[in-house]
T-cell receptor
């Protein structure tokens, strides 16, 4: 059974600092690795999806890397802003659409 | 606008009173799924459906039922709710694997409290 872990559970940084969020998974036989953002009282918004054959994906200030062999993914957010405050979830996906989620990292960016 | 909708968004009920949470998507997706989210546990899959009339159990199906009579709708049924089903519930849908994206689209969530 896939186990996904996100450390730390919470993170507080001053505005402008780069953020590094970690995700580890136990079964390297994944189809993809996805990062989501969750705002309080809202649903999940997909940020980045990395296929199992890829090493990284980038979107604006966000960059996600994937190392299947070591069971790790990292989400980098450059030059953080208060609007980046949210909970970030990673999920390991299988080829039959199943997603195994981590518990999330709650980020607070202080102005 | 492409979206997944859930109703109700908030619900407080009592133990044993049957309830249904509706989920609807307008993207013609075949795959739909229900998750529950509890503090410190992340999202856990309850049931999923690969297509109309095809449903299967996820990781935590006990106490829940689903049906998929139409492609767009995937209701979650709690026949006899209990306090341990107090949680935040999300419905999601996904395009087929050969689409331009594999990501799942999530509804806004339903916060259920069972007293």
């Amino acid at each position: 059974k896939q186990e996904v872990t996100q450390i730390p559970a919470a993170l507080s940084v001053p505005e402008g600092e780069n953020l590094v969020l970690n995700c580890s998974f136990t079964d390297s036989a994944i189809y993809n690795l996805q990062w989501f953002r969750q705002d309080p009282g809202k649903g999940l918004t997909s940020l980045l999806l990395i296929q199992s054959s890829q090493r990284e994906q980038t979107s604006g200030r966000l960059n996600a890397s994937l190392d299947k062999s070591s069971g790790r993914s990292t989400l980098y957010i450059a030059a953080s802003q208060p609007g980046d405050s949210a909970t970030y979830l990673c999920a390991a996906g299988t080829n039959d659409y199943k997603l195994s989620f981590g518990a999330g990292t709650t980020v607070t960016v202080r102005a | 606008e492409a979206q997944v909708t859930q109703n109700p968004r908030y619900l407080i009920t009592v133990t044993g009173k049957k309830l249904t949470v509706t989920c609807s998507q307008n993207m013609n997706h075949e795959y739909m799924s229900w998750y529950r989210q509890d503090p410190g546990l992340g999202l856990r899959q309850i049931y999923y459906s690969m297509n109309v009339e095809v449903t299967d159990k996820g990781d935590v199906p006990e106490g829940y039922k689903v049906s998929r009579k139409e492609k767009r709708n995937f209701p979650l049924i709690l026949e006899s709710p209990s306090p341990n089903q107090t949680s935040l519930y999300f419905c999601a849908s996904s395009p087929p694997r050969d689409a331009y994206t594999d990501t799942q689209y999530f509804g806004p969530g339903t916060r259920l409290t069972v007293l």
